[in-house]
C-alpha cells in the first residue's frame, strides 16, 4: 500500500495533536487549509478570506490561527509579491510535518535549479550581471543618475550609494 500524499499525512498529523496544543478551531481551520494544498509539495496559498468562509469563522481568528500555526511549527510561511509588481503582498503556505523530511525543508527565499546535473542557487530579486557598467550623467542634480533603467537588489543599491556620494564630494571639491 502506497503512503498517503503530503496534505493527507499533514491532516492526519494535525488531527492526532491534543487538544492543549490544537483547539477544534484551529483544526478546523487546517483541514480548510490542507483543500488548497499542492498534493507534491505541500504548499498553498489561500487567502484568510476564503480560510474564514470555509471554517465558518472570523477573518481574525484565521490570523490568529496562522499565526499560531506557523510559530508552533505546523506551517511555514513567507510573503510573495504580485508578478505584476501591484498589489498587495500573498502569504504563502508550507504544511511542515515535525520528524518528516526535515532535510527537505528549504529556504523560501531562494530556488534551487538544476542544470546538467548540478544544482544552481538563485536568490530572488534581480541581480546585475557582474559585466554591467554603471552609467551616470555629470549633472549630478538631474533626477535621471543612470542612462538605463535597471532594477537592482540591496548589495547593489548600496554600492551604487556609496559611488553617488564619492561623485558628489568630488564635485563639490
Known amino acids: 500500500m502506497s503512503k498517503p500524499n503530503l496534505p493527507t499525512r499533514w ?3 494535525i488531527r492526532d495533536q491534543p487538544t492543549e496544543i490544537l483547539n477544534t478551531y484551529d483544526k478546523a481551520i487546517c483541514l ?3 483543500i488548497y494544498m499542492n498534493n507534491e509539495t505541500g ?4 487567502t484568510n ?4 468562509s470555509g ?3 472570523d477573518v481574525k481568528t484565521v490570523r490568529k490561527v496562522m499565526r499560531k500555526l506557523v510559530m508552533l511549527g505546523f506551517l511555514k510561511r513567507w510573503k ?3 508578478k505584476s509588481g501591484a498589489g498587495q503582498y500573498h502569504y504563502h503556505y508550507k504544511a511542515f510535518i515535525i520528524g518528516e523530511h526535515s532535510s527537505s525543508i528549504d529556504n523560501t527565499k ?3 535549479r538544476v542544470t546538467n546535473g548540478e544544482s544552481e542557487i538563485h536568490k530572488e530579486g534581480n541581480d546585475i550581471p557582474p559585466n554591467y557598467e554603471f552609467k551616470y550623467t555629470k549633472n549630478l542634480d538631474s533626477n535621471n543618475t543612470q542612462s538605463e533603467s535597471k532594477r537592482i537588489g540591496g548589495f547593489q543599491r548600496v554600492s551604487l550609494s556609496k559611488h553617488l556620494i564619492e561623485l558628489n564630494s568630488q564635485a563639490t571639491k
Open 49 to 52: 478570506i476564503q480560510i474564514a
Open 32 to 34: 480548510v487549509v490542507r
Open 110 to 112: 531562494r530556488n534551487d
Open 43 to 46: 504548499e498553498c496559498f489561500p
Open 55 to 57: 471554517a465558518s469563522c
Open 80 to 82: 510573495k509579491k504580485p
Open 11 to 13: 491532516a492526519i498529523y
